[in-house]
């Protein structure tokens, strides 16, 4: 009884605690950490442990309880949210380090009015040493033949799927917070979603971003050094400046990209069913673009 005394004597404060902090979704360990921090502030008893906390939580309604079931190799999550929890705070709390991306970014960073139901999520594998990959034409055109590789994991969230893509390890390179929840920034945006248009909506969708992204402050500058930076096997910047031209983009970076080697015939996206072919770029693209 003395327990539950002190916890309603300290009701309101840790009610407010909840609801003015910047985080909005927990795992069991970190309101397990929130309580050692804050017991003596609260005044709560040595004998509240974190599970009678967090079961007081739950019951006050300071905190909901949920579950998200997932298909594939991510293990299902339980996740202790206050009521005005968003969607992508909830999608960005799911593996520690991850960040959204591809179309979630996409309209994160306002590139977009379509509203996503699909949430995408990544998070990066460990470093991995340099493999000389030596790239041949038969190589590229069997792999491009195919269609996109998927996410297989994946779970089913109310009306939002959210989707876990493992990815390259940058160094969560154009991450940054936006009403903190990580997520790429335009340039790195982009650049993901030409590489994966199928976690973009296609490559319409892509060139739609990319003429949003010309009219929002977007760097080519750094939009090119991300690329490079990323060291891509494949010549992707013969899609960037693809995309970049018919957006409407001219400028000296432009002119520097075409200049670039063009060693072999690339694809905007896979499994072109009708496609045409820019000499320009050395690129394949579908039909009507």
């Known amino acids: 009884m003395a327990g539950k005394s002190r916890f309603a004597v300290a009701e309101n404060n840790i009610r407010s605690f909840f609801k003015q902090g910047v985080r909005k979704v927990f795992t069991k360990d970190q309101v397990a950490e929130i309580l050692e921090e804050r ?161 973009a909506g296609g490559v319409f969708s892509v060139l739609e971003a990319y003429k949003s992204a010309l009219g929002q402050g977007l760097s080519i500058n750094k939009l090119v050094a991300t690329l490079d930076r990323m060291k891509f096997i494949y010549p992707y910047h013969q899609s960037v400046g693809f995309y970049l031209e018919r957006a409407g983009y001219k400028g000296k970076k432009l002119e520097e990209l075409r200049s670039r080697s063009k060693e072999f015939d690339f694809y905007l996206t896979y499994e072109i069913t009708e496609k045409e072919y820019s000499a320009d770029w050395k690129l394949y693209y579908p039909k009507g673009m």
């Open 39 to 199: 017991r003596a502030v609260w005044r709560l008893p040595l004998s509240t442990y974190a599970d009678k906390f967090i079961d007081q939580l739950v019951k006050k309604e300071i905190l909901k309880k949920v579950e998200i079931s997932f298909e594939g190799y991510v293990s299902d999550k339980e996740r202790f949210m206050v009521k005005d929890a968003s969607i992508l705070q909830i999608a960005a709390s799911l593996v520690n380090k991850s960040y959204l991306s591809h179309y979630s970014a996409v309209w994160v960073n306002g590139l977009t009015t379509q509203v996503p139901k699909t949430i995408y999520i990544t998070f990066e594998q460990a470093p991995k040493a340099s493999v000389d990959r030596t790239l041949t034409q038969g190589g590229i055109d069997a792999a491009f033949s195919k269609p996109q590789r998927k996410a297989s994991s994946r779970a089913i969230y109310g009306d939002y799927t959210f989707v876990m893509l493992n990815g390259m390890f940058t160094n969560r390179l154009g991450v940054y917070s936006a009403e903190h929840v990580p997520v790429t920034n335009i340039e790195r945006t982009l650049i993901d979603i030409t590489v994966r248009p199928g976690y």
